[in-house]
């Protein structure tokens, strides 16, 4: 599965800033859940919001509940993660990810980072005054 992820930026405490991950063209997304990760400097990669496509589950982060949203568009093949409310400690590198078996909590909260089915490149966030 060939991901690409975009939309990063930066941006002003308060801000808002929505990615974007595609998925390669004749990808049915139903079959997979997405995941939206950021690994900021020093740290750990931490999943942040994943959604099984197929019935819109959806899990995030206790840090980004209430300003984060995540969704799907199958007909453009492209998962989305709204972010609203921006601060400077959601500045990193943003990836998203897909994996076939693993349901949207499963996936956001794995430890095995390595066993994902694919990542996508990423794109860096900056939340800063």
């Known amino acids: 599965v060939q991901l690409q992820a975009s939309g990063g930026g930066r941006v002003q405490p308060g801000s808002s800033l929505r990615l974007s991950c595609a998925a390669q063209l004749g990808l049915d997304l139903d079959y997979f859940t997405i995941g939206w990760f950021r690994q900021a400097p020093g740290k750990e990669r931490q999943g942040v919001s994943c959604?099984?496509?197929?019935?819109?589950?959806?899990y995030f982060a206790d840090s980004v509940k209430g300003r984060f949203t995540i969704s799907a568009d199958t007909s453009k093949n492209t998962v989305y993660l709204q972010m609203n409310d921006l601060k400077p400690e959601d500045t990193a590198v943003y990836y998203c990810?897909?994996?076939?078996?693993?349901?949207?909590?499963?996936?956001?909260?794995?430890?095995?980072?390595?066993?994902?089915?694919?990542w996508g490149r990423g794109t860096r966030v900056t939340v800063s005054s």
């Open positions: 959604i099984r496509v197929s019935d819109g589950s959806t």
């Open positions: 990810a897909a994996d076939y078996s693993l349901i949207a909590p499963a996936l956001c909260t794995t430890s095995n980072i390595g066993g994902v089915d694919s």
